[in-house]
């Protein structure tokens, strides 16, 4: 019996033994297939390592907007914006920018209408968790494969989705 939500969603996650490659490609995988669910977008432009290569340009763009969006208060007072940014997930150079660090933060999180997580990715990639229809789950496990990875690399908590 699968573990399912509000939603009717399946609460999924990566397996473990996941090569890298398969991990960063659930990560981003997951991330598109919620989007259209999602209202709500935030990451932290913070990693337990160095950003690699691929996300480097995406975390200078985040970085520059984590200080325009600091407030004015925090400005003054000269404070360091937060780590956490609000991204709009309906905005494609925003979810451009979340896809790029989404395997490599320590926090990405993605929230429907009723503040339900979505999407929520830490600790670079080791710790994931996703709420998926089962089109979703099939996109996903497909995008995983077309990376590299094993469909089976992404597992439904629980159960599985006949």
Do not use: K
Not at 50 to 73: G, K, N, T, Y
């Amino acid at each position: 019996m699968t573990r399912a939500t509000r939603s009717g969603g399946v609460l999924c996650a990566i397996g473990d033994g996941a090569a890298p490659g398969a991990v960063a490609a659930a990560c981003r995988g997951a991330l598109l297939a919620v989007r259209d669910r999602l209202t709500t977008l935030q990451v932290d432009v913070y990693s337990d390592g160095p950003w690699p290569p691929d996300a480097v340009e995406a975390v200078q763009e985040l970085d520059e907007l984590r200080h325009a969006r600091r407030s004015r208060l925090a400005t003054r007072l000269g404070r360091e914006p937060s780590i956490s940014l609000d991204l709009d997930p309906r905005d494609d150079h925003e979810l451009g920018l979340a896809l790029a660090i989404a395997p490599y933060t320590i926090c990405g999180s993605g929230f429907d209408e009723r503040w339900q997580l979505l999407w929520d990715v830490n600790d670079t990639g080791t710790s994931t968790t996703f709420v998926l229809l089962p089109h979703e789950l099939d996109a996903v496990r497909a995008h995983v494969a077309r990376s590299g990875g094993r469909r089976t690399d992404v597992v439904v908590l629980g159960g599985s989705i006949g």
